[in-house]
C-alpha cells in the first residue's frame, strides 16, 4: 500500500509570496491533517480535513488555510509568506476515527527568504 | 492546555545497553498516546498507540507503557539502526495530536 505522498519536497520562497503544498493521503483514508515542524516549536498542528470539510483547527494565522477534494487529496496554502513560515510542513492521513493512528508523509521543506 | 514533556531531550547508549524515554502528559479528556520515530529528513513513522493506564504494547526490541500521568519507552538491547527522534503525542479530539520536543536517540556499536 503507498504511504502519504507530500509534493513538493522542497521549495524556496520570498517574503510576501504565496505558496501551495500538495498532499495524497493513503488509499481509503479521509482524514487528513496537517503540521508544521520547527526546531524550535517542533510539531505544532494546523489543520484537520475531513470528507472535505474542516473538522479541527489550529492557532495559526488565517494566512494558513487548506481544503480537501473529493478523492481525499488536500493541499494547503500559505499566503504572504514570512520569513519565521520556514519549517518543514508534514501532512498525515488516517481512517478519520478516534483509535486511527496518523500516518504522515515525508514532508515539504519551505524555506523563505 | 495540553501539554507533553519528554525527557531526555538526547540519550547516547552502546550498543546492547537498555534504557527509556519518558513521556510525561497533561491533558483534559485523553483519547490516546502515541509514540513515533523520526529519522532526519523524515516524517514521523508511527510505533504505538496506547489508551488507557495500565496498557503495554511490544514491537521488536521496543516496548511502550502508560501510566495515568506518563508513558515509558523502553527499549532493549539497541542497535545502532535504532537512532532516530522519538516523539511522544496526546490524543484529545479528532487528528489534532499534541507533540512533546523528542528525545533524540543515538547507539553507537
Known amino acids: 500500500k503507498a504511504g502519504v505522498t507530500q509534493t513538493p519536497r522542497y521549495l524556496i520562497k520570498t517574503r510576501g509570496q504565496q505558496v501551495t503544498l500538495s498532499c495524497s493521503p493513503i488509499?481509503?483514508?479521509?482524514?487528513v491533517s496537517w503540521y508544521q515542524q520547527t526546531p524550535g516549536q517542533g510539531l505544532q498542528f494546523l489543520f484537520e480535513y475531513f470528507s472535505e470539510t474542516q473538522r479541527n483547527k489550529g492557532n495559526f494565522p488565517g494566512r494558513f488555510s487548506g481544503r480537501q477534494f473529493s478523492n481525499s487529496r488536500s493541499e494547503m496554502n500559505v499566503s504572504t509568506l514570512e520569513l519565521g513560515d520556514s519549517a518543514l510542513y508534514l501532512c498525515a492521513s488516517s481512517l478519520g476515527q478516534d483509535d486511527s493512528p496518523l500516518h504522515f508523509g515525508n514532508g515539504t521543506r519551505l524555506t523563505v527568504t | 492546555e495540553d501539554q507533553v514533556t519528554q525527557s531526555p531531550e538526547a540519550l547516547r547508549l552502546q550498543e546492547g545497553e537498555s534504557s527509556s524515554l519518558n513521556c510525561s502528559y497533561t491533558v483534559s479528556g485523553l483519547r490516546g498516546l502515541f509514540w513515533y520515530r523520526q529519522d532526519p529528513g523524515k516524517g514521523p513513522e508511527f510505533l504505538f498507540t496506547?489508551?488507557?493506564a495500565g496498557e503495554e504494547k511490544e514491537k521488536e526490541r521496543l516496548k511502550a507503557t502508560l501510566t495515568k500521568k506518563e508513558s515509558f519507552l523502553h527499549i532493549t538491547a539497541p542497535k545502532p539502526e535504532d537512532s532516530a527522534t522519538y516523539l511522544c503525542?496526546?490524543?484529545?479530539?479528532?487528528?489534532?495530536?499534541?507533540f512533546g520536543e523528542g528525545t533524540q536517540l543515538t547507539v553507537n556499536p
Open positions: 496506547l489508551y488507557s
Open positions: 488509499s481509503g483514508h479521509r482524514s
Open positions: 503525542a496526546v490524543r484529545t479530539s479528532g487528528s489534532r495530536l499534541t
